[in-house]
């Protein structure tokens, strides 16, 4: 039981980095919006293709005031709650597998 708690922890721990690291690239998509930059640029497309994915099933709710756009934070927050969600029921499941109660 002792090696599949540490898989279950490892898993978490992994899935935790992906989702700061989704979290990183949000931010930067979010900054890159306020500046005027090239979208054919290599490092900008590959940007939108990782974040169009989290951020296109919250387009179709009509989040835009004015200049502003709430897209980007109803995504965080569903990232936050898979974030905890994920990260801590494998953590969770770890605990359990490795004797704890």
Known sequence: MFVLAQLFSSLALLASMIFKFLYFLLVLRILLSWFQVDPYNAVVSALYQIT???????????LRVGMIDFTPLLAFLALSF???FVVGTLSQMA???AGGS
Do not use: E, Q, W
Request: no cysteine.
């Open 52 to 62: 169009d994915p989290l951020l296109i099933p919250f387009r179709k709710i009509p």
């Open 82 to 84: 898979l974030d905890h």
């Open 95 to 97: 605990f359990r597998l």
